[in-house]
């Protein structure tokens, strides 16, 4: 079955620093990744989204990169700030975009 | 303002006690879905809608139901709700035609004694 593979740790980074987390994913490549940030008690909110045949996307301070030999996307943010302490959250969506895959989520925490 | 509502955010039930949880978007989109969160197991896609009247089956559709009457409109059904449904949920929707971002509610809390 597909599956989206998320470090559960938590990463803690200074504020200045780039922030990068992994979501490796199982089987074919899926169609898109999307990266999604969520705040506690709250909905995930949209950032950026990634097509297979697409190596890297920015977004201002956001990076994301696909590497279907490694079956791997990267998000990265650049010269992070306390604000950007949230949970990043992967998810696979194929071909037709209905069904969707989510990962349990990376919590980046960014110290001042 | 676009947004995506549901309701209640918090509900506190007993087991087998029929509940709806209510979802509505103001965006005409198309695609509708549910999910369920639960630390450590993230996001699980329960049902999807991908218009009025076509609904499909997520990852975790047992013991849920789902309907699309309306367009703008996605409840979620428990028809005898048990302890294992405790869970975050949310409701997310999205334009039609490609991996178009979802825009999802604020959440629904639901606990099930």
């Known amino acids: 079955s597909q599956k989206i593979e998320q470090n559960s740790e938590a990463l803690n980074i200074q504020e200045g620093k780039t922030a990068t987390l992994t979501c490796n994913y199982t089987?074919?490549?899926?169609?898109?990744l999307q990266w999604y940030r969520q705040d506690p008690g709250r909905g995930p909110v949209f950032l950026l989204l990634?097509?297979?045949?697409?190596k890297e996307k920015r977004k201002e301070r956001l990076k994301v990169t696909f590497d279907t030999t490694l079956k791997q996307s990267l998000f990265h943010i650049t010269a992070s700030q306390p604000a950007d302490s949230a949970t990043y959250l992967c998810?696979?969506?194929?071909?037709?975009?209905?069904?969707?895959?989510f990962g349990a989520g990376t919590r980046l925490f960014v110290k001042a | 303002e676009a947004q995506v509502t549901q309701n209640p955010r918090y509900l506190i039930t007993v087991t087998g006690k029929k509940l709806t949880v209510t979802c509505s978007q103001n965006?005409?989109?198309?695609?509708m879905s549910w999910y369920r969160q639960d630390p450590g197991l993230g996001l699980r896609q329960i049902y999807y809608?991908?218009?009025?009247?076509?609904?499909d089956k997520g990852d975790v559709p047992e013991g849920y139901k789902v309907s699309r009457k309306e367009k703008r409109n996605f409840p979620l059904i428990l028809e005898s709700p048990s302890p294992n449904q405790t869970s975050l949920y949310f409701c997310?929707?999205?334009?039609?035609?490609?991996?178009?971002?979802?825009?999802f509610g604020p959440g629904t809390r639901l606990t099930v004694l």
């Open positions: 089987n074919y490549s899926p169609a898109y």
């Open positions: 997310a929707s999205s334009s039609a035609g490609g991996p178009n971002e979802q825009f």
């Open positions: 998810a696979r969506r194929n071909t037709g975009g209905f069904k969707t895959i």
């Open positions: 990634i097509r297979e045949n697409e």
């Open positions: 809608s991908m218009n009025v009247e076509v609904t």
């Open positions: 965006m005409n989109h198309e695609y």
